[in-house]
């Protein structure tokens, strides 16, 4: 066995003979016939490695790089995700019938209303939406079904603003009205006009010289049908700011009396139901409004008003303590071309006193008949001056403008859709996106040219044989198609907020999404073809050097 000095000197002795070896070999290597013997130098050998060269060789990855990569793989994953379910709606603003029509296509436009909405509640304040349009709306067509549908989202009750004096009854809510009242329109008669222009929100007013008692309930025929429209808890009256008047609000209100036990030993009730006051209303003055506001006790489905003095009624309210309300304004063979005549002063004052943040009009069908090439450009610039006449007066407020429906008249014996109703909707919807409004098309939601005459040929009808007004049911399923779509916007405001997606991160997963969708597209390119757009290419360069 050798000594453990001879194992070392023996190590030491193979080195000094390598070391040797590899001085005198040549540079080049010793050539045996077609290979070369190559040894490598002492410089190779005791070579230090560059640190990044170490890494890679090694193995290991920059700590840096590391995290730089999961991080990008983690946001790849995470917009992925978000980026199939933003299709989902993001399709549906594009492609969809019931789609709305939107400024700069952006889908975002209903956020600041939707938030106003979802505030209402945590505030204890009651938003307006005040729906303006013309005989379609008339008995409360199409507006009850959106407010059924948005006070069951964001809570609150009652019919909202209506006139003193109402001509056409209501589906919802019964109103009757007696005494000194006298009532003047913007949108009929010369004749039914007053000599100025002090309208309020409703364009009509009543003027009171005298005694009169307006009464409100809702309908106990339709209670199952429209659940929110009673069980009033706000009650305004908006009048001039120089009205001399005296204001006295009775409200039917239900009070429970024990009376015994039932057999379970529960108490037994016995539920009556009296008038009482509901008490002095506080009063609001502004410029040229007075608001009268009773805030109730309790709950009541019946509210009765009496008034005595002089002044000008502009509209009273019935709402709940919170959420939202839908205003009804119809207006018979109005085009809504009546806004600028309302005075803008008190206009303002009354939507800021109803708190109105979404205005809808809907108008185009009173135009449809009469419109040609030679009066379009008219048609736009009015419509233009009444958007602009009510985004002055209420800056803070969205405006969605809803087209006309589709329209038939008899011709040759045939109903046929009006020549002039597809001029019409193209120039009604490009004035509302001009002027930074949203545009809803009946007409495209119906089907399309010849609609009505399949909703009027539907059983039950949707539509009258007039083919131009809906049915009742007709009106009803329109406000759910309305409903549906705007649900869409609300759901997509929701899932934004959900997962913090900001405006900047929506652009950045669109870009991703782009970038995505190009890499499958040229992935899915066979080769051959891939190859053949690469050698168009260089030689598309090729021929530009020449």
Not at 437 to 451: E, F, I, L, Q, S
């Amino acid at each position: 066995m050798m000594s453990p000095l001879k194992v070392l000197l023996s190590i030491i002795s193979l080195f000094a003979v390598l070391g040797l070896i590899a001085l005198i070999y040549p540079n080049d290597g010793i050539h045996v016939g077609d290979s070369t013997l190559r040894y490598p130098k002492l410089t190779e050998i005791f070579e230090k490695q560059a640190v990044g060269d170490s890494l890679e060789e090694s193995g290991q990855v920059d700590p840096e790089e590391a995290i730089r990569e999961m991080m990008e793989a983690t946001r790849r994953q995470e917009f992925a995700a978000f980026s199939d379910s933003l299709k989902f709606y993001e399709d549906f603003f594009q492609k969809g019938r019931t789609r709305f029509d939107l400024p700069n296509n952006d889908p975002t436009w209903f956020d600041r209303f939707f938030l106003h909405m979802e505030l209402a509640s945590l505030d204890s304040t009651v938003v307006h939406v005040v729906h303006y349009g013309d005989s379609q709306l008339e008995e409360d067509r199409i507006s009850a079904t959106i407010r059924e549908d948005l006070q069951d989202e964001f809570g609150g009750a009652g019919p909202g603003m209506m006139p003193a004096i109402m001509t056409v009854p209501s589906q919802t809510t019964s109103h009757a009205s007696t005494g000194a009242l006298s009532r003047y329109i913007l949108f009929g008669p010369k004749d039914e006009e007053a000599d100025h222009s002090r309208y309020g929100p409703l364009a009509q007013l009543a003027k009171l010289e005298g005694e009169a008692a307006i009464t409100i309930q809702r309908r106990k025929e339709r209670k199952g049908q429209f659940p929110h429209v009673g069980g009033y808890k706000t009650i305004k009256l908006l009048t001039n700011k120089n009205a001399r008047i005296k204001a006295k609000l009775n409200v039917n209100q239900t009070f429970a009396e024990v009376v015994g036990q039932n057999d379970d030993g529960t108490s037994k009730e016995k539920r009556t139901t009296k008038v009482v006051d509901a008490g002095e209303p506080t009063v609001d003055t502004y410029n040229k409004l007075k608001v009268f506001t009773w805030k109730l006790k309790d709950t009541t489905s019946v509210a009765k008003m009496y008034l005595s003095g002089n002044g000008e009624i502009y509209a009273i309210a019935a709402d709940g303590a919170y959420g939202v309300a839908v205003d009804n304004v119809a207006m018979r063979g109005s085009s809504g071309t009546i806004f600028h005549r309302i005075d803008t002063e008190l206009l303002a004052e009354s939507y800021k006193a109803m708190n109105a943040r979404l205005v809808i009009m809907e108008y185009g069908g009173n135009l449809v008949p009469s419109i040609n090439s030679g009066n379009i450009d008219w048609t736009k610039k009015i419509i233009t001056r009444q958007i602009q006449a009510i985004q002055k007066a209420n800056p803070d407020a969205d405006i969605l403008f809803i087209g006309p429906a589709d329209m038939a008249r008899q011709k040759d014996g045939q109903w046929q859709t009006y020549a002039g109703l597809n001029m019409t909707i193209k120039a009604l919807r490009e004035v509302a996106l001009e002027n930074g409004a949203a545009y809803w098309d009946m007409h495209r939601v119906m089907g399309g040219n010849g609609a009505m005459i399949k909703w009027v040929n539907k059983d039950p009808a949707l539509g009258f044989t007039d083919h131009i007004h809906f049915t009742r049911r007709g009106a009803a399923y329109m406000g759910d198609l309305f409903c549906s779509a705007l649900r869409m916007h609300y759901d997509y405001f929701k899932f934004r907020d959900r997962h913090n997606i900001s405006d900047e991160k929506l652009k950045d997963i669109h870009k991703w999404s782009s970038e995505e969708q190009v890499e499958k597209e040229k992935n899915a390119l066979p080769e051959r073809t891939f190859l053949n757009v690469k050698r168009r290419t260089k030689k598309a360069k090729g021929g530009a050097k020449k």
